[in-house]
């Protein structure tokens, strides 16, 4: 069971990489909302830079757990 949920969150991570832009203006957007706007010009002054954060530690926790759940797998 626990480890057809890490191989199931590992592609879910992985699917997620190409929508990193999307969620990064849906988190300025949020933050605007919220009147937080010294944290949504941080975001939108180094936005190519956060995308690629964020889709390098998505990948990061993808392969993590993708480990975790190979090495669960029964003998």
Sequence with gaps: ????LM???SILAIALIPF????LRLRIRI???LHWNWAANLL???????????RVLV???ALVL??????????
Excluded: A, C, K, S
């Design 1 to 4: 069971m626990h480890t057809t």
């Design 20 to 23: 990193m832009p999307r969620l």
């Design 66 to 75: 993708f480990y975790v759940g190979w090495n669960n797998l029964p003998d």
């Design 44 to 54: 939108e002054r180094n936005f190519d830079r956060w995308v690629l954060i964020f």
């Design 59 to 61: 990948l990061l926790i």
């Design 31 to 33: 933050l605007r909302w």
């Design 7 to 9: 191989f199931f969150l």
